[in-house]
């Protein structure tokens, strides 16, 4: 069967994922029922699993066994990060958080089921693939810096050897058509992130403005000029 057909028949156990995943919200770099439903969902699957130490991330890799797969076959690295925001869910749907103060509302349940989904037709192919997956379950996305984490701990090499490529992705609702995937070359996904600039000015006295240094003026042509 395609591996479109095989997804199809995957989706009722997924979204049921999701559901589950949805209601039971964690926030930061500490998500341990996350971590036991996606283990539960990885369970039977010929993964090599690694738990997070500092973290509740998972780790999972699947060895390709393509038969002219060879000594240097590539690794290929899937990410879904899995943390909720400190949010209070009002939607009214039947599957709504019921953890008080926090909900799935970015999305990353939708991420988890997904490299969930992955990991079953990736394994099922197992025999196809020429190389090695690496599935990184990252807890900590928002905010929290999950992913040094996992780096420190070794992710990016954890099938033995370098990462040649990592993908991730964002669902993104309201903006564009259901069913559309978009995508581009290079980096595309946003990091936020802060500097700190000082602008010097020379005080004066309001009857002269003109031969003072107004800092405020200049820092807000800075902010002008850096969204161009
Ligand atoms: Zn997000």
Known sequence: MSISTDARELQPELV????????????????????EKVLKALDGL??????GKSTTSVTAVLRG???????????VLLRADMDGLPVQERTGVDFSSKIDGAMH???????TAMLAGAATLLAERRDQL???????FQPGEEGWDGASHMIAEGVLDAAGRRADAAYGMHVFSGLEPHG????KSGVMLSASDALTVTVLG??????APHVAKDPVTAAAEMVTACRS
């Not at 994922?17 to 341990?32: K, M």
């Not at 509302?105 to 991420?111: E, K, M, S, V, Y």
């Not at 020429?130 to 990184?136: E, N, R, S, T, W």
């Open 202 to 207: 020379a005080g004066g006295h309001g009857s």
């Open 16 to 35: 049921r994922l999701r559901h589950e995943l949805h209601q039971e919200p964690e926030t930061g770099l500490q998500l341990p029922r996350t971590q």
């Open 105 to 111: 509302a970015c999305g990353h349940d939708l991420h």
């Open 46 to 51: 010929p993964f090599e699993i690694t738990l």
């Open 130 to 136: 020429a190389g090695d997956v690496v599935l990184m």
């Open 65 to 75: 066994n393509a038969p002219h797969a060879s000594a240097t076959k590539p690794t």
């Open 180 to 183: 559309r995937f978009c995508t």
